[in-house]
């Protein structure tokens, strides 16, 4: 009996522990109202994110991504005729195509705001390893000019108001019903408990 109860309490401190180490757990007391969710879009895995360098331009320069045999498994260019077309493992799929089944982390293939960032899941010497998609990965070089290696904090940081002078102010620019200026403004009661909703 002795040795159940010990079991059973062992289980238990393991699934707390596992609970833990859940990057949403810290994120739960917002979801205590079912009419007012709050979930993440993607949680952060890697190790870095792999970007499009500086000096990338989407209407000339094209994207090859490799399989771990270094053979060509993605590759996105610009066509005059179709915009940004991405060929995943021999098939072609043109820009808003929802069958593309590439998915990295960000990925917007207009060629007017074109945007691309891969969660980088391991570093070997000369490769970065890069998430596909939810299941498959790809290679980058290391010495590919296309791309720059930004850590964690210098991707969020780039992606979020206070760099980008996009702040969001409620009093002074509230969220809107329609997009004119006479428009119902939105309210919601429980913005003084949950103050993420205070953008």
């Not at 206070?162 to 429980?190: A, C, G």
């Amino acid at each position: 009996m002795k040795k159940i109860i010990t079991s059973i309490i062992f289980i238990f401190l393991c699934l707390d522990c596992y609970s833990q180490n859940d990057s949403s757990t810290h994120l739960r007391y917002l979801n205590q109202l079912l009419e007012y969710p709050f979930t993440t879009e993607k949680n952060i895995q890697g190790i870095c994110f792999i970007t499009p360098s500086n000096d990338f331009d989407s209407y000339q320069d094209s994207i090859i991504l490799n399989d771990k045999d270094n053979n060509p498994i993605v590759r996105i260019a610009y066509d005059d005729s179709l915009g940004i077309v991405t060929t995943f493992k021999g098939k072609v799929f043109k820009s808003y195509d929802s069958s593309n089944p590439f998915s990295p982390w960000l990925w917007v293939d207009n060629p007017d705001y074109f945007r691309l960032s891969f969660e980088c899941t391991d570093s070997t010497g000369t490769l970065y390893k890069v998430k596909l998609n939810e299941n498959e990965f790809g290679w980058i070089k290391k010495t590919d000019t296309n791309f720059k290696k930004e850590t964690i904090k210098e991707f969020i940081l780039k992606w979020t108001m206070e760099p980008m002078h996009l702040d969001f102010n409620r009093v002074t620019n509230p969220l809107k019903k329609e997009p004119k200026s006479n428009s119902l403004v939105i309210e919601n009661p429980k913005e003084d408990k949950y103050k993420i909703w205070k953008a």
